[in-house]
Structure formats: structure tokens, C-alpha cells
């Protein structure tokens, strides 16, 4: 166990809609990434928050937007669901923002499906 | 940018045989090198890691890899195959800008049989 938990485990909903991620990372550990893994993308950053702020961005699409809260969940918001939005959506958490030393720690993911 | 790759998309091997994951890398400056294993409806987990010191690195599991600058690699070895290690294998670099991510390569699907 990673301790990185996310929820839902799974998620079904239709084109158009909006749905919330959720991520808590390790206990101790400051900053969060999200990502998304495809079978034709393959795994692509989308986003980092450490201690609250915004620390890097990849390719995340305008349509979803994420935080970090004081107490460092975090919650991926994907909104105007597409069907190529179906994928497994990762949160991992490391202990500082520039260690290059620590390891990501990862969740299990949600799969998302978009019908 | 920094980038990995992985050249094979599957390996297979015998259990009881010795295995190779291969990945090659593109940084600027040095590089810092990742592999993590995923089974089945999981999340990534952590194998091992190469920051600097020792070509070969030991990791979880009995696994280790080979770092060699001169090839720009870093080939995830283990000296013998169990039907459990059947996984999903990533190699990742880890991001020289101001973030701390990790790029990943494609993957590479490994079945170990009887």
C-alpha cells in the first residue's frame, strides 16, 4: 500500500458532464501529481500543486481544472466530459517539491469512463 | 525536453530465466532515472531508482538495473524470472525544470511463463 488513497475507484457518466477526483497523499507528503493513462497517450502528466500552489503543468486540457486544499487533498475537476476523456486517472504525492531523490508514490487511480 | 524510451512493447521469458526491460534516455545535464512496475488495475509502485554513484543499482523485488552513460541507458535486469513478476514495467526520468515530475516511456508489457 502506497498510502496515496484515491476515490472514486470507478466512474461512469455521460458526455458533457462534469465530475470530481479525488486524491490524499501520503501523510507527510507535500506535493501532488496527476496523471492520465490512456492506451494510446500512455501515462501523461497533467498536473503538480505543492503545499497549495501550482507547480508545473503538462498537458492538461482547459476543460479540467485542479486544487490542493490546506489540509493537501487534492481534486481534479474534469468538466464538458468527451468520450476520449476515458482513461485511469493517477495521484501520486512526494515529500518536497524539488527533491529529485524521492520516488512518486501512487494511487490506485480512478477509471473513469465517459458513455 | 527530457525523454525516455522503451523499445519493446512486450518481453518474454521463462521463469528461472534471466530478464531484461530495455529503456534508453535523453536529458540535459544528469540524469535522474526511475522504474516503477504496474499490475493489473493498480497504481505504479516504486522499483528503483538511479541518482548518481554505483552503474548498478539493486531495487525491490530482486530486480536491479544497469545504468551506462555511454549507451544513455538504464536496462532493468533480473537474474531470474518468476510467473509473478508478469507486469506492466515503466521506465521515468525525472523532470530538470522547475517541477519535479516524471516523464514516462511507453511501457513494456513483460509475461514470464512455465
Known amino acids: 500500500d502506497s498510502g496515496v488513497t484515491q476515490t472514486p475507484k470507478h466512474l461512469i457518466t455521460a458526455t458533457g458532464q462534469r465530475v470530481t477526483l479525488r486524491c490524499s497523499p501520503r501523510?507527510?507528503?507535500?506535493?501532488v501529481y496527476w496523471y492520465q493513462q490512456s492506451l494510446d497517450q500512455g501515462l501523461q502528466f497533467l498536473i503538480q500543486y505543492y503545499n497549495g500552489e501550482e507547480r508545473a503543468k503538462g498537458n492538461i486540457l482547459e476543460r479540467f481544472s485542479a486544487q490542493q486544499f490546506p489540509d493537501l487533498h487534492s481534486e481534479l475537476n474534469l468538466s464538458s466530459l468527451e468520450l476520449g476523456d476515458s482513461a485511469l486517472y493517477f495521484c501520486?504525492?512526494?515529500?518536497?517539491?524539488?527533491?529529485?531523490?524521492?520516488?512518486?508514490?501512487f494511487g490506485n487511480g480512478t477509471r473513469l469512463t465517459v458513455t | 525536453a527530457q525523454s525516455v524510451a522503451q523499445p519493446e512493447d512486450q518481453v518474454n521469458v521463462a521463469e528461472g530465466n534471466p530478464l531484461t526491460v530495455k529503456c534508453t534516455y535523453s536529458?540535459?545535464?544528469?540524469?535522474?532515472l526511475f522504474w516503477y512496475v504496474q499490475y493489473p488495475n493498480r497504481g505504479l509502485q516504486f522499483l528503483l531508482k538511479?541518482?548518481?554513484?554505483?552503474?548498478l543499482v539493486k531495487g525491490s523485488y530482486g530486480f536491479e538495473a544497469e545504468f551506462n552513460k555511454s549507451q544513455t541507458s538504464f536496462h532493468l535486469k533480473k537474474p531470474s524470472a518468476l510467473v509473478s513478476d508478469s507486469a506492466l514495467y515503466f521506465c521515468?526520468?525525472?523532470?530538470?525544470?522547475?517541477?519535479?515530475?516524471?516523464?514516462f516511456g511507453t511501457g513494456t508489457q513483460l509475461k514470464v511463463e512455465l
Open positions: 536529458v540535459s545535464g544528469n540524469p535522474y
Open positions: 501520486a504525492s512526494s515529500v518536497a517539491a524539488r527533491d529529485r531523490n524521492s520516488p512518486l508514490h
Open positions: 521515468a526520468v525525472r523532470d530538470t525544470g522547475g517541477g519535479n515530475k516524471l516523464t
Open positions: 538511479y541518482i548518481t554513484g554505483d552503474n
Open positions: 501523510s507527510g507528503d507535500l506535493s
